[in-house]
Nanobody, 120 residues
Framework: QVQLVESGGGLVQAGGSLRLSCSAS????????MGWYRQAPGKQRELVAS???????EYADSVKGRFTISRDDAKKTVYLQMNSLKPEDTADYFC??????????????WGQGTQVTVSS
């Protein structure tokens, strides 16, 4: 199975920065897409940023110009650099990956979630 471990969340003042990390492990042959989602209390989970292999990075309109997604395939890790944070960014952030397993099957996995709280 594929496992994801997230870190980097916390409490920060408006205008501050945080960097989230997500590392994948398990029976991975190749990583396809790595991305980040977030969910605020009482709201639907939404895509924040996506980084497909060999593809174009995508961002939610609300975070363009402030957030940057990157990936290190050698370390099987994806990052989310969050700058100029706003109270509206407060949410639980989840890492998501789509991989080709060592059995040559597509598999999707979710991280446990990391809390980001931005105060006014």
């Amino acid at each position: 199975q594929v496992q994801l471990v997230e870190s980097g969340g916390g409490l920060v003042q408006a205008g501050g920065s945080l960097r989230l990390s997500c590392s994948a492990s398990g029976s991975i042959f190749r990583i396809n897409t790595m991305g980040w989602y977030r969910q605020a209390p009482g709201k639907q989970r939404e895509l924040v940023a996506s980084f497909p292999s060999g593809g174009r990075v995508e961002y939610a309109d609300s975070v363009k110009g402030r957030f940057t997604i990157s990936r290190d395939d050698a370390k099987k890790t994806v990052y989310l650099q969050m700058n100029s944070l706003k109270p509206e960014d407060t949410a639980d952030y989840f890492c998501n990956v789509v991989v080709l397993t060592t059995m040559l099957r597509r598999s999707e996995a979710w991280g446990q979630g990391t809390q980001v709280t931005v105060s006014s």
